[in-house]
């Protein structure tokens, strides 16, 4: 019995480039869906990627611009693997094409990327001896190559689901040319449509304008199901689109393949102890010795916080420094950032940590896996201080390796913990986004606690500014494995392959539906 295929349409995967979380999750999803007996290829613009110097299939057209002028391009396609998923890159084949798909900036350019892709999609869909089970794209920016496979599978009479997951909603929104024929090959024909105000027929040209040319709205009108990677960012996608049915989202929560015992394994290698409190500045003088480009010290700090991401404003880092004047003295604050190109609010940050020297580090770099997983292990809390965050894949990260967390109380990133101020089984503390204040005593509270359980030293809880902290220690005293427990549960790629599965049937149904019509 053959496998069944899904091409994955993505601008991120693990191996090949990534820019944020959606490359590890878009990888995720691959070994999940292989691990119940699906094939997937990925479908992915070069970014400047060469496996090989010369393609195996190489297309040449032309697309008109608003000025009626013609513009020629030429891609073309190598397939290579990554962990046994086969991946279909794409690059242009002259010095136009080449110029947008194989820019090592992910995103940089990324309307004429998107749209140099989706003709890409279409070329190399033509020529497959078989079509695929599912389309699945991932943001916006393969929407409209998800679109390109849903009508070409649809006008071959095949019922094939297309999947669009909105991993954050991002897109911009274009005049119809843009998508249409001339430019990116979209076709403007009658189909039928299922949106919030019931199932009707229109052209692809009227559903693009009748949602603003907003490429999100578009591709959560056109898919079969729409996912959202919570429930609480589902909720704010509806609301905020105003086009999708209740019933057409489906949730896939993102996994993580950090390992407790794996690392707890390599620190006791490398390191000789077990002991967190004895590994803590350890494992700090290797990160430290190996960053260029960090701002900072954490000079006689006991405790540690530690934080990742990209150094963004949605991200809350401004708010974790300032938190450092409500928080215990002996509490240090490490940010492993990644530059985004946000130089202003990196100055400010730089700011911040002249501000508060001695106990804050802020890294514009990234660091090797082994160092950051055993960081965050070290660490007596990890903060996640977000101002919005569909889903909060570095909180679910912390808690795989045993490390609590204090989040935002925001939608998406509230369902990856289990508050420990209700449930004695509880894995972190909630706060207000951009409240420094409330965030500082958490953070205390959960460090003092956790060295209370790694010192072996019960009294050491009684330091916890939070009473809900403070006189619970015997109740709470397995946070770190609870936490660690919760992951396993909930978040490992068996939970994310269920998921997909389900939503998959969905689409079916609909996809059915539709192509009945």
């Given amino acids: 019995m053959s496998k069944k295929v899904v091409w994955m349409l993505s601008f991120e995967y693990e191996g090949v480039v990534k820019a944020g979380g959606l490359g590890a999750a878009v990888a995720r999803y691959c070994r999940a869906l292989a691990a119940r007996g699906f094939s997937a290829t990925v479908l992915i613009p070069s970014h400047g990627v060469r496996r090989q110097q010369r393609v195996e299939s190489a297309w040449s057209g032309e697309r008109r611009g608003v000025d009626g002028n013609t513009y020629p391009y030429s891609v073309g396609a190598e397939t290579y693997t990554v962990d046994g998923v086969r991946i279909v890159s794409f690059r242009g084949l002259d010095q136009h094409t080449s110029r947008f798909l194989d820019s090592p900036e992910v995103y940089r350019d990324p309307a004429e990327k998107a749209s140099l892709y989706t003709r890409a999609v279409m070329h190399w869909a033509a020529e497959q001896p078989q079509l695929p089970d599912v389309v699945h794209s991932n943001d916006w920016t393969t929407a409209l190559a998800g679109m390109a496979l849903k009508m070409f599978t649809s006008e071959r009479g095949a019922a094939t689901p297309w999947v669009h997951t909105i991993h954050l909603l991002s897109s911009p929104s274009f005049p119809w040319h843009y998508a249409s024929e001339q430019w990116s090959g979209l076709r403007s024909v009658l189909h039928r449509v299922a949106s919030a105000q019931g199932v009707y027929t229109t052209w692809v040209s009227d559903a693009w304008d009748s949602v603003g040319g907003s490429v999100d709205a578009f591709a959560a009108l056109e898919s079969d199901v729409l996912v959202s990677v919570s429930h609480g960012y589902a909720e704010g996608v509806v609301s905020r689109l105003g086009v999708v049915p209740r019933e057409k989202v489906c949730v896939v929560y993102n996994s993580t393949d950090w390992e407790l015992s794996r690392v707890d394994s390599w620190v006791r290698s490398v390191y000789g102890t077990g002991s967190r409190s004895a590994l803590r500045p350890l494992v700090l003088r290797s990160l430290l010795a190996g960053l260029k480009s960090a701002e900072g010290s954490l000079d006689g700090c006991s405790l540690l916080v530690v934080s990742h991401g990209r150094l963004v404003w949605q991200k809350g880092f401004d708010t974790l420094l300032n938190a450092l004047e409500h928080a215990d003295p002996q509490v240090g604050v490490l940010i492993l950032g990644l530059s985004s190109g946000d130089t202003a609010h990196e100055e400010y940050l730089k700011h911040l940590t002249q501000r508060y020297f001695g106990r804050a580090v802020v890294a514009r770099e990234p660091v090797s896996p082994q160092l950051l997983q055993a960081v965050v292990y070290v660490a007596n809390a990890a903060a996640v201080p977000s101002r919005y965050e569909p889903f909060g894949i570095s909180s679910i990260e912390a808690q795989a390796l045993g490390t609590p967390v204090v989040v935002s109380n925001v939608p998406g990133l509230s369902e990856t913990v289990k508050n420990m101020e209700v449930d004695e089984r509880g894995t ?54 609870n936490a660690a427990s919760w992951v396993d549960e909930n978040f490992r790629e068996r939970n994310t392959g269920e998921m997909l599965l389900h939503c998959y049937a969905k689409a079916l149904q609909a996809a059915l539906l539709r192509q009945s019509k």
Avoid: C, H
């Avoid at 503390?429 to 958490?442: K, S, T």
């Avoid at 010192?455 to 494995?481: I, T, W, Y």
């Fill in 428 to 481: 972190a503390l909630l706060v207000n986004p951009d409240d420094p204040r409330n965030l500082g005593q958490a953070l205390t509270s959960v460090a003092w606690l956790t060295e209370a359980v790694d010192a072996n030293q019960p009294a050491l809880a009684g330091r916890a500014p939070l009473e809900s902290v403070r006189r619970r220690f015997d109740r709470l005293r397995d946070v770190r494995m």
